[in-house]
């Protein structure tokens, strides 16, 4: 059992926080935002994650995880301080620092005995060493010496599998080269580390260049695989079969090879940018991801493109949106392509019906009451009286709908398909205009 405090109750924090609880750990969470530790006091869970809100009642009322705003006091007993604080993009696209290097300013002026820092959040190249040079800076006004490792542990959570990723991880980096602050790690990552070795120990800047390196390897799959779409759609193929051909290459792979409305969430936009400004800040233009971003930044104005070949003039137009969030099974809209088309469609003079499973307060927040959107209850009632149907996120609800009652209940039977979760044939078959991404026709 080792104490463990995590600044940052976000995403990252709280699901590591929680399973590291789950596995015996004690936790303290720590966060400046106190309606958010008084609604995690209260039983509110801030996010919706599968699996999460049950795991972390069960760990407060096991007594093993705690939440706070008080950080001297979290501090006060912690064997290892996890850092994961979110690093949002500044005007130039490089990740703010602001943050992280906030909570080391508050490690240093409170830390009196030997830590591991342990950093989460997903920073640039040779933080880690900011991070150290910050709580040393502090530390020596206090006049106080304990030994402080820093480390680099990125983490790679899906939203929407975030507790099962976090509980059985594909790998886990270190980048260290402390050998204590690695021994800490193999015992607090012990129960996660079962049947094969998945440690993977490295230093501190290969391990911070693996996170965005990871990313940007899946943001460029995606758009590679949206440009061939492109490529297709033109020259009057189907990318879903060549989609298929492709991936049962073991060397290419069937996973992030799907074409669509384009990449969103708080991950990938950011972190390609991030990686870009980088790579121009040490010499080097990272033209691969300049292009990477440029595609996807187009894609996500795609299934508006569609929309206008077959309406020519959008104004006046209701258009039904079925999904808001930028994936599945998550209620986050951050850089989801829903907001782009939705604020196409405003600029076009269109009024929009949504409907999404979980993003709907979500939307209201971000977009406001307005008239020119309804915000819906069922994915049908987003249909009623609508010219035109897109499908922009592919929760499983919307796989096996019901085509021929899709055509009855809109106004004019038109499908833009920005996730291809329809089969053309059939679409077309129960009477819709069906347009796909890469599917042959729509150009
Ligand atoms: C991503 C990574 O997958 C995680 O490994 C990483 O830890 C995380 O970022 C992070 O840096 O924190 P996430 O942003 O939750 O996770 O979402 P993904 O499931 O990766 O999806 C990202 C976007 O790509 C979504 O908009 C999705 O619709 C799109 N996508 C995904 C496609 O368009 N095609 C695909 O084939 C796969």
């Keep these: 059992?080792?104490?463990?405090?995590?600044?940052?109750?976000?995403?990252?924090?709280?699901?590591?926080?929680?399973?590291?609880?789950?596995?015996?750990?004690?936790?303290?969470?720590?966060?400046?935002?106190?309606?958010?530790i008084d609604g995690l006091n209260q039983g509110r869970i801030p996010i919706?994650?599968?699996?999460?809100?049950?795991?972390?009642?069960?760990?407060?009322?096991?007594?093993?995880?705690?939440?706070?705003?008080?950080?001297?006091?979290?501090?006060?007993?912690?064997?290892?301080i996890f850092i994961a604080v979110g690093t949002p993009p500044d005007e130039d696209g490089s990740a703010d620092l602001r943050?992280?290097?906030?909570?080391?300013?508050?490690?240093?002026?409170?830390?009196?005995?030997?830590?591991?820092?342990?950093?989460?959040?997903?920073?640039?190249?040779?933080?880690?060493?900011k991070v150290r040079h910050r709580i040393q800076t502090e530390l020596a006004a206090r006049a106080v010496q304990p030994r402080v490792d820093v480390v680099s542990n990125p983490e790679f959570l899906k939203e929407g599998d975030a507790v099962k990723d976090c509980m059985r991880p594909d790998r886990i980096v270190i980048g260290t080269d402390s050998p204590q602050a690695i021994d800490t790690l193999k015992t607090l990552y012990g129960p996660f580390n079962r049947n094969h070795e998945r440690l993977v120990v490295m230093d501190v800047r290969s391990a911070e260049l693996t996170k965005y390196a990871a990313n940007a390897m899946l943001a460029t799959k995606i758009s590679f695989m949206n440009e061939i779409a492109n490529i297709a759609e033109r020259v009057g193929a189907d990318i879903e079969a060549v989609r298929q051909g492709i991936g049962s290459d073991p060397r290419i792979g069937y996973s992030f090879i799907y074409p669509g409305a384009g990449y969103g969430g708080s991950c990938f936009p950011k972190d390609v940018q991030a990686?870009?400004?980088?790579?121009?800040?040490?010499?080097?233009?990272?033209?691969?991801?300049?292009?990477?971003?440029?595609?996807?930044?187009?894609?996500?104005?795609?299934?508006?493109?569609?929309?206008?070949?077959?309406?020519?003039?959008?104004?006046?137009?209701?258009?039904?949106?079925?999904?808001?969030?930028?994936?599945?099974?998550?209620?986050?809209?951050?850089?989801?392509?829903?907001?782009?088309?939705?604020?196409?469609?405003?600029?076009?003079?269109?009024?929009?019906?949504?409907?999404?499973?979980?993003?709907?307060?979500?939307?209201?927040?971000?977009?406001?009451?307005?008239?020119?959107?309804t915000l819906c209850s069922d994915a049908f009632a987003a249909l009623n009286g609508a010219d035109a149907l897109i499908v922009i996120t592919e929760w499983k609800q919307f796989w096996a709908a019901d085509l021929a009652a899709i055509k009855a209940a809109l106004k004019t039977p038109v499908v833009i398909d920005g996730r291809n979760?329809?089969?053309?044939?059939?679409?077309?078959?129960?009477?819709?205009?069906?347009?796909?991404?890469?599917?042959?026709r729509s150009v």
């Design 421 to 440: 979760i329809f089969d053309p044939k059939k679409a077309e078959a129960a009477g819709l205009a069906y347009y796909g991404i890469g599917r042959g």
């Design 1 to 36: 059992m080792k104490r463990v405090t995590i600044f940052g109750t976000g995403y990252v924090g709280l699901v590591t926080g929680t399973c590291l609880a789950e596995v015996g750990n004690q936790v303290t969470c720590v966060d400046i935002d106190q309606a958010k």
């Design 99 to 129: 943050h992280v290097l906030a909570v080391a300013g508050t490690i240093g002026r409170c830390l009196d005995h030997d830590a591991v820092v342990v950093n989460k959040s997903t920073v640039p190249v040779g933080t880690a060493d």
């Design 48 to 80: 919706y994650e599968p699996g999460l809100e049950d795991m972390v009642h069960a760990n407060v009322r096991a007594n093993r995880l705690h939440f706070t705003t008080d950080a001297a006091k979290a501090l006060s007993a912690a064997e290892i």
């Design 275 to 373: 990686l870009e400004r980088t790579a121009r800040q040490f010499g080097y233009e990272a033209r691969i991801l300049d292009a990477v971003e440029a595609v996807n930044r187009d894609q996500k104005h795609r299934v508006l493109a569609m929309l206008e070949q077959h309406f020519d003039d959008l104004k006046g137009r209701t258009v039904a949106l079925w999904g808001l969030a930028f994936k599945p099974n998550t209620d986050d809209m951050r850089e989801a392509p829903s907001r782009v088309v939705i604020e196409g469609l405003w600029a076009r003079g269109a009024k929009v019906q949504a409907f999404d499973p979980e993003a709907s307060h979500e939307a209201g927040r971000v977009f406001g009451e307005r008239a020119d959107l």
